[in-house]
């Protein structure tokens, strides 16, 4: 038997649909994480609304924002379902990416530098 059972994956069209809104679940996403925290909501220190506020919606600055102790984050745990898609997760662009053509472009003025000296 594997340890990590198989992990559930949830697009954000799907999240979005459980925004706690008229007593439906309320899900947030944490670092890329999904938690169903519904039954959670009443219980938030910080009262229910920080957290409905946040149903459906990447909570991640906002729950970092707020100074939550390690205790906070362990409390978590629980209520996760699954991750987010990877395809809607923020890609992050690198400075300078070069485009696989980028190669093929120097090769050639290369070879015209090339002819040129020679
Ligand atoms: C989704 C967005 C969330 C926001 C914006 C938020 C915001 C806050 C804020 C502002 C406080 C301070 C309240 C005060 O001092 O009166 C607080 C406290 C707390 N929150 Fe949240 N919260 C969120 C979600 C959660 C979740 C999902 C959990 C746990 C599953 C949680 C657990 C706690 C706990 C345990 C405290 C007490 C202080 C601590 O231990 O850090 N919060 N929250």
Known sequence: MSDKPDVKYYSLVE???????????CWIIYKNKVYDVTDFIKDHPGGPELVTEWGGKDSTKAFDNAGHSSDARNM???????ELAMEDRAVKQTKN???????VRRSIASIVTCGLCG
């Open 15 to 25: 999240i979005k649909q459980n925004n706690g809104v008229n007593d439906g679940k």
């Open 76 to 82: 978590l745990k629980p209520y996760k379902i699954g």
């Open 97 to 103: 990416a070069k485009s696989p053509n980028a190669q």
